[in-house]
């Protein structure tokens, strides 16, 4: 087996096939990198972008290389000593026509063999929001017809060619009929928001839960992935959205039971002191980590001029978490109606189930307050055992729920459900419950809030706080204390709100408050900045600041990203019926902004672009060191400024990868760093997996990181004031390290 000591994670697809991820394997070894890291291989849906929209799990997609051309990288790799983790969804497949498993179920509803295989509410049609008008609409202005495919009979609609139960198709003059005789029906894209009837990925109806807590069903969705790992042609295993799953405790146990020692790491988003359950795996891949360095980094004080200046010019009042709650409130009521519908049915079957018979509006309240009171994304009951952490976490969810609620009962009744099921109605809401909770955090707090509450937005990240933007060192030893070696550490990803350099300018100004509020109070002098509210564009002058060079393709970056911004905000447009007129203000102030910072060149800009660079290096130097495995997003071995999706999955240079060491400023001083440590690691994994890892500040500020054995000792002190903020001691012997910023 490959020792772990480090991975480097590439996207595939947009022009990233098999090929050009084998030519990476050279550059990798450079970098004492272990293990290639790859995004979902499988077939996804025709034009996928990310590969997690899968169509058939079982075969490795042809656009990418296909069969063969993942044989050949795995061998190269093997060659080269690197291991290969896969990316898998478990959780999901794409709800689409495309899907041969699903059209299988159109065609035969559940007679077909796959039936049992999606999480499918099969008390009524299954539902296809796919029109664009009503169905009798269209069959009245002549657009619905009977076709016929390459695997049978279809109704089509415009594009749609929806398949047909072929005993059901003789008739085709009563299209009204022959529509009303399928195991589907049809209805308005709107339909969506409260009209579902598949368990679906947090609000994306365009995927469908899979139940692979059942037997033949995680045989069918593992079968490829299990020859690859048997072959020996992939050597770990990335799960993506862990939470989705019914029983994740007892999926888990069943893919370690069929893999081995193969390391497994989830996709798993911990919050606050929540600490990863007893799963016997690797580790998490890893934002807890992102969220410790930045908060190790952060000045608190500086944090705290900034959200002072922010509530004042915002007009703003509160913390974060009230942000979130009210965010809560209107994603549970809109973007989740179709489940909390599901939800108060599932209640109200569990209550009656219970002799304990409740009215609607009661189970509404309570299922709403239960929902929006859990601070976490999710719990890990089951019908048969519980974790003490999970008990005392559910008895204060109720307790909160039951604060603003004239009688508790009902909060209660449900409570009980949830957590000692006595009966197969409250079995359901139970494992329904569990997935919710992370759907409806997910998309409060990282898709909304964390995009209103904009005075420090280095710590709007996937799983931080806001609210506790700084750790002690003794918060900070016991986060190590209890990390596991093989825990991956990140700090960028392809879901990463803001890339890991762009993240550390924004840290940055949390030691130079005072530039940042000049740059906020420049930009209200701008053409057009009194059309803005003062929230945006704070939000604005950040996400500039994050990105920034003098190239004129910023614009066009931020002027996409603001787009996206806005309508996650949810304030002035969406992303349902979005605003253009609302977008067009803030967006027509971007040029204006960028070309007053070429024109004048700000020395607050250049300040915090410089101490944002040191505090870059800093970062690379903890994450690379610290207790847990380092994980490498594509181009961060070198500088990379990005901004959330799409924008940080933009194509990187091979080419210009490799040459950074010998570059100069701060994209050579992070490349050599960068492999200078990844080196040590490489050469001494036994070390980084056994080592004791503590910081502490000294009597200069700086912070030091020490790793000791009874046979070695590392230090790295790391100190932003300095033009060379980072030093390594090995053994009492300094290193040379050609890590300074010009």
């Not at 390391?263 to 410790?292: C, F, M, N, S």
């Not at 007053?596 to 060149?601: G, I, V």
Request: hydrophobic share 45%; net charge negative.
């Amino acid at each position: 087996m490959i020792p772990l000591t480090a991975t480097y994670r590439l996207q595939l697809r947009d022009g990233l096939d098999f090929a050009a991820a084998g030519a990476f394997l050279p550059h990798l070894a450079d970098n004492g990198i272990s293990h290639l890291y790859l995004s979902p291989i499988f077939c996804a849906q025709p034009g996928s972008t990310h590969g997690y929209d899968v169509i058939d799990p079982n075969a490795i997609e042809p656009d990418l290389g296909g069969e063969a051309g993942f044989a050949a990288l795995a061998q190269a790799a093997k060659a080269a000593g690197i291991g290969i983790i896969i990316d898998i969804v478990p959780n999901h497949t794409a709800f689409t026509l495309d899907n041969p498993w699903l059209r299988d179920v159109l065609r035969h509803g559940t007679d077909s063999a796959f039936a049992p295989h999606f999480d499918i509410d099969w008390s009524e049609r299954l539902l296809l929001p796919f029109l664009t008008d009503n169905f009798e609409a269209l069959v009245d202005a002549g657009a619905v017809s009977v076709d016929r495919a390459a695997d049978g009979p279809v109704l089509r609609v415009g594009d749609l060619a929806v398949p047909l139960n072929p005993a059901t198709a003789a008739d085709t003059d009563d299209l009204a009929a022959l529509h009303a005789a399928q195991a589907w029906r049809l209805t308005p894209w709107a339909r969506e928001r409260d009209s579902i009837t598949h368990r679906r990925f947090f609000n994306v109806t365009g995927l469908i839960g899979m139940r692979v807590e059942d037997q033949a069903v995680f045989d069918d969705m593992h079968r490829r992935v299990f020859e690859l790992v048997d072959a020996g042609l992939v050597q770990g295993l990335r799960l993506d959205h862990i939470d989705g799953l019914a029983d994740p405790d007892a999926y888990l146990a069943r893919l370690k039971a069929r893999v081995g020692d193969t390391p497994v790491w989830v996709e798993k988003i911990l919050t606050g002191d929540e600490a990863l359950p007893d799963w016997d795996i690797a580790g998490t891949t890893g934002y807890e980590a992102a969220r410790q360095i930045a908060r190790l980094l952060t000045d608190g004080s500086g944090h705290a001029h900034l959200l002072a200046a922010w509530l004042d010019q915002t007009e703003r009042e509160g913390t974060f978490h009230a942000t979130l709650i009210a965010a809560k409130h209107e994603v549970l009521r809109q973007d989740l109606a179709a489940e909390l519908q599901q939800m108060i049915g599932l209640a109200d079957a569990a209550a009656r189930a219970a002799d304990d018979e409740q009215g609607q509006e009661a189970l509404r309240e309570a299922v709403i307050a239960l929902l929006i009171a859990f601070p976490r994304y999710r719990t890990y009951l089951t019908g048969c055992s519980n974790r003490p952490e999970d008990l005392a976490l559910m008895q204060s969810v109720a307790d909160t729920a039951a604060l603003d609620l004239r009688n508790d009962h009902v909060v209660r009744l449900l409570t009980d459900c949830i957590v000692s099921p006595q009966t197969p109605e409250a079995q359901r809401l139970q494992i329904r419950y569990q997935q919710v909770t992370g759907a409806l955090l997910a998309k409060s707090h990282e898709d909304t809030a964390g995009f209103r509450w904009n005075a420090y937005i280095a710590a709007n990240e996937v799983g931080a706080d806001p609210d506790v933007v700084t750790i002690t060192d003794e918060g900070m030893n016991a986060w190590l204390a209890d990390r596991q070696p093989t825990a991956l550490t990140l700090t960028s990803s392809h879901d990463t709100k803001r890339s890991e350099d762009a993240r550390m300018r924004l840290v940055a100004c949390s030691h130079l408050p005072d530039d940042l509020l000049h740059l906020i109070a420049d930009s209200a002098l701008l053409d057009g900045a009194d059309a803005v509210q003062p929230n945006t564009r704070w939000y604005l002058v950040q996400s500039a600041l994050a990105i920034w060079d003098t190239c004129a393709h910023v614009d066009v970056r931020l002027k996409d990203h603001m787009t996206k911004a806005l309508r996650e905000a949810k304030r002035v447009t969406n992303w349902t019926y979005p605003d253009t007129e609302a977008e067009a203000r803030v967006l027509d102030l971007i040029p204006h902004l960028t070309a007053r910072w070429r024109d004048t060149a700000p020395a607050a800009l250049d300040r915090i672009v410089a101490l944002g660079e040191r505090l870059s290096l800093i970062q690379t130097a903890l994450k690379i060191t610290m207790t847990g495995t380092p994980d490498i997003y594509r181009g961060c071995l070198g500088p990379h400024f990005a901004l959330t999706d799409p924008d940080n999955r933009r194509p990187v240079d091979l080419a210009t990868l490799r040459r950074l060491t010998e570059a100069e400023g701060f994209a050579g001083a992070k490349a050599r760093l960068s492999r200078h440590l990844l080196g040590l690691r490489h050469a001494d994994p036994a070390f980084f997996a056994e080592a004791e890892c503590r910081v502490e500040r000294d009597a200069d500020g700086a912070v030091v990181l020490h790793r000791t054995t009874g046979r070695r000792s590392l230090t790295i002190r790391c100190d932003p004031t300095s033009h060379d903020p980072v030093h390594v001691t090995d053994n009492d012997e300094p290193a040379a390290l050609p890590g300074a910023v010009a």
